[in-house]
């Protein structure tokens, strides 16, 4: 199935005293690119959630952000650093022998020293917290990827109508190069016989200037390597997956073949259609950069 590299999936999960909601949402871009929003307490989880990533999302790139909230009451607790508080004591009893005054620290005086009493989060049970967050982020990841084949359908059904458009011109100017060379030599035929007017017209030299003049406008190479891209396109849609750099590629040949088209042609119509024929190929081209 064809996927789109725009998306957005989310989900709220909630597991005894503890939520977890993840919100991930994708742009175009040429390789996989992730940026993934952590909270502090679930850092750690940082390699193992892009590891995850992986198994759903081949190319785009990717914000991912996760937030945590526990609500148990043991969530928190405060935690006594004796270090400082005996630093704290030490600097008091040396600024009151310097400066000649009374000693008087109390425990009050010391409790309210910065970093002495902490609130610290309570350790938790690391292999518990990634079960529940890899539960929300594979549903996370499975909305993600349900809205990018939706997408992607919409993609390859707008895609398909414009490979016809671009066949309904490679047919025009198909059907119409043979008529060239024969009013070519209509015309080549016509300026002899007023130039030599009663003499004979030599049937053999206007024949060599007919076949000159068709081999130089001759596109049959690039209208069949054109339908035969068309149908790798096609095809590349049928049978889905990652395939958006190998369309990229493909799409560059149609272009480069119309271009030749355009450069080899003399005939107004032929040119009218070739321009057409590249205008579809660049609207091919632009959809093809949103495919993964």
């Given at each position: ?128 917290l990634w079960?529940?967050l890899q ?89 069949v390597r ?67």
């Amino acid at each position: 199935m064809i996927k789109s590299m725009t998306g957005f999936g989310r989900c709220e999960l909630t597991e005894g005293k503890r939520k977890i909601t993840v919100e991930m949402k994708s742009v175009n871009h040429r390789y996989l690119d992730v940026n993934i929003k952590l909270p502090k307490k679930l850092n750690f989880f940082e390699s193992a959630v892009r590891g995850e990533l992986k198994n759903y999302i081949q190319r785009g790139k990717v914000d991912l952000f996760v937030f945590y909230e526990d609500f148990s009451e043991g969530a928190g607790c405060v935690k006594y650093h004796k270090e400082i508080a005996a630093e704290y004591l030490k600097y008091f009893r040396q600024m009151a022998e310097e400066f000649g005054l009374e000693e008087d620290a109390r425990v009050s005086t010391l409790a309210r020293c910065p970093e002495v009493f902490t609130m610290e989060e309570s350790e938790e049970d690391e292999e518990e917290l990634w079960k529940l967050l890899q539960k929300a982020l594979s549903r996370a990841a499975c909305s993600f990827v349900e809205a990018r084949e939706k997408e992607g359908e919409n993609l390859k059904e707008d895609l398909l109508r414009k490979l016809d458009t671009i066949l309904s011109h490679v047919d025009f100017v198909a059907g119409r190069s043979p008529q060239i060379v024969e009013e070519y030599r209509e015309r080549l035929l016509t300026k002899v016989r007023e130039l030599l007017e009663d003499r004979q017209v030599d049937e053999g030299r206007i024949l060599t200037e007919v076949v000159i003049f068709a081999d130089k406008i001759c596109v049959d190479e690039e209208l069949v390597r054109l339908r035969s891209h068309v149908e790798a396109v096609r095809t590349a849609l049928r049978e889905g997956g990652s395939v958006g750099r190998k369309l990229d590629f493909i799409v560059q040949e149609m272009n480069r073949e119309s271009n030749t088209i355009l450069s080899k042609t003399t005939d107004l119509e032929i040119s009218n259609h070739a321009i057409e024929l590249k205008t579809e190929i660049e609207k091919v081209r632009e959809q093809i950069q949103n495919i993964e």
